[in-house]
């Protein structure tokens, strides 16, 4: 009990002398020195009642109170277990009974440098109870330098989150990031493992082209790999250096910002274009707002229409015995100019089969056939060539699955692969694969 008194008249009298003070500086770390950008995004209509209830109250800075709070817990902790350093910490009332609890990042020495640390841990801190209420250590494989702890209104529920990021060492850059935020009772991590950049995809094109696309915006960017990229044994694009960071918007509030690099096929330090998203925090999720591309490697980002893609679904079947190409919107027996005018101007051909096929701007890995390559007097589509990944993402006992058993199967010396057929009407369908466990190849369509 006299413990209990003493601690709290130390955390009593240096509270009163932390008044006005506005340094939140309790340890090491470095400052979060992200650009500054605007985002207009509304506050307007957010669920607040996991917390707050009725009767929202401003948000309340309790940064002043961070040093004598984590004296406070020094006191009392030593640092934390297993010899571990206090590294940075931030006073702010997370969990709306208007006092402060102390957030509290700790770690280990590493011997790669002095503001290096290792087997991270973070805690929250109740001074009134004298107790840590929280602690996560699913950071303990985390190696690398800490940015200062952030807190901040991401919500708009007018309380605190506390955000942590951390720089992971080597040369790939990666950060491991958390959002601390008091939802139903308990601390959760807001980010809790979801994927960066949700809502926006990355895919490639047939065409040496990446496509940064958002189906909720309805909005899709077009970037080509330049010259030297296109000349590369192997064409593909990878990501990273991902970055979650924190955008002011007001006092004390902020908006999530994602973003990361796509990297070309030629070395470490190759890159295609830059990729950033902002989010609103809305229904007690984040919501994808605005996203932008930035090029790197010296070409032009277009803004372009969405790309038709082929379906593969059920009713393959009755749309192909009617001659309908389903997603692609093209008929058999159509002519070249009136595809055209469908899928947009050409853009690639190649001699497959004893056939001329042409792949056309807006159906990118989907090739159409209208004649023989010896013979260019006919003018009606019959064949068709599918690369695009609605189709190549998928196993061939993935496509059993979806259209049943095939009509024949077995292996094809000419393609050196596995193969299953399908006979609808007088048009056949075709998917190559490997073997029946590996992605498709490529699916032909081929009316008789």
Avoid: W
Wanted: aromatic share 10%; hydrophobic share 35%.
């Amino acid at each position: 009990m006299k413990q209990r008194l003493s601690i709290l008249l130390i955390i009593s009298s240096l509270l009163l002398a932390a008044c006005g003070s506005t340094d939140n500086s309790a340890a090491g770390g470095k400052e979060d020195k992200q650009a500054v950008v605007s985002a207009d995004l509304p506050a307007e209509g957010m669920d607040n009642s996991n917390k707050l209830g009725e009767g929202v109250q401003p948000y309340q800075d309790f940064t002043p109170q961070t040093k004598p709070l984590t004296t406070a817990y020094q006191s009392l902790f030593q640092n934390g277990e297993g010899g571990k350093i206090l590294i940075d910490s931030i006073a702010a009332d997370l969990n709306g009974d208007g006092k402060a609890e102390l957030v509290v990042l700790q770690g280990l020495a590493s011997g790669s440098g002095t503001e290096t640390y290792e087997a991270y841990e973070l805690v929250v801190f109740d001074p009134e109870t004298e107790s840590i209420v929280y602690s996560n250590q699913d950071m303990d494989f985390i190696s690398g330098y800490p940015e200062k702890l952030l807190a901040g209104d991401f919500t708009n529920d007018k309380l605190a989150e506390v955000k942590v990021k951390v720089l992971s060492e080597g040369t790939a850059g990666a950060t491991f990031n958390k959002l601390l935020s008091y939802q139903n009772g308990e601390y959760v991590d807001l980010f809790d493992e979801k994927p960066f950049s949700e809502g926006v995809t990355t895919t490639m094109t047939e065409d040496g082209r990446i496509v940064i696309a958002s189906e909720i915006l309805e909005k899709y960017y077009y970037i080509p790999f330049n010259e030297e990229q296109m000349a590369a044994d192997d064409l593909y694009y990878g990501m990273r250096h991902d970055h979650r960071n924190a955008v002011p918007t007001g006092d004390h509030t902020y908006v999530l910002q994602e973003s990361y690099q796509l990297n070309g096929p030629l070395y470490n330090a190759d890159f295609i274009a830059e990729v950033t998203v902002d989010y609103r925090y809305e229904d007690r999720k984040f919501v994808l707002e605005t996203f932008s591309v930035k090029s790197l490697n010296g070409m032009s980002v277009t803004e372009g229409e969405r790309p038709v893609v082929f379906v593969l679904d059920n009713t393959l079947g009755d749309a192909i015995a009617s001659g309908h190409i389903p997603g692609l919107g093209v008929q058999l027996g159509m002519t070249k100019a009136e595809a055209s005018a469908l899928l947009g101007k050409e853009m690639r051909e190649y001699n497959y089969l004893g056939g001329k096929f042409f792949e056309f701007e807006k159906a990118p890995g989907a090739g159409l056939c209208f004649s023989a390559a010896m013979d260019t007097s006919t003018d009606s589509l019959y064949a068709l060539a599918i690369h695009q990944h609605s189709v190549t993402g998928k196993t061939l006992e993935e496509v059993k699955a979806i259209l049943g058993p095939p009509s024949s199967s077995g292996y094809d010396e000419m393609e050196d692969s596995q193969y299953i057929s399908y006979s609808y009407g007088e048009t056949g369908v075709v998917f190559h694969s490997t073997d029946n466990d590996s992605p498709v190849s490529f699916m032909l369509i081929l009316y008789k």
